[in-house]
């Protein structure tokens, strides 16, 4: 599984921004997606994932209500629009992906592939 991101730059409080992550290679309906993310001097930090077979998903605490994390079939693609941005949601997000159908796996040790990171900056 080769995973691309895509989209952050920067943004103030209160926007919206979108994150791409474009997925490729075989059984991708086996696999979950979920985007981390690392801010300078912090852990990697879970945020949302999806399953690709049947689209369940799991956020964050910190991710609720803000971020909705989808999937496009036809683009082969897990998308994660954040709205009310905050200057704590600034980081480098990674997608990141694990075969298996269950979403609800949040540490980032238990998924095998990433993308590269993208930068996310937020001003207040």
């Known amino acids: 599984v080769q995973l691309q991101a895509s989209g952050g730059g920067l943004a103030q409080a209160g926007d919206s921004l979108r994150l791409s992550c474009a997925c490729s290679g075989h059984f991708l309906s086996t696999i979950t997606v979920a985007w981390f993310r690392q801010a300078p001097g912090k852990g990697r930090e879970f945020v949302a994932a999806?399953?690709?077979?049947?689209?369940?998903?799991t956020y964050a605490d910190s991710a609720k209500g803000r971020f909705t994390i989808s999937r496009d079939n036809a683009k082969n693609t897990v998308v994660l629009q954040m709205n009310s941005l905050k200057p704590e949601d600034t980081a480098v997000y990674y997608c990141?992906?694990?075969?298996?159908?269950?979403?609800?796996?949040?540490?980032?040790?238990?998924?095998?592939?990433w993308g590269q990171g993208t930068q996310v900056t937020v001003s207040s």
């Open positions: 990141a992906a694990r075969q298996s159908n269950l979403s609800h796996f949040t540490s980032h040790t238990l998924y095998r592939y």
């Open positions: 999806i399953a690709w077979r049947d689209s369940r998903t």
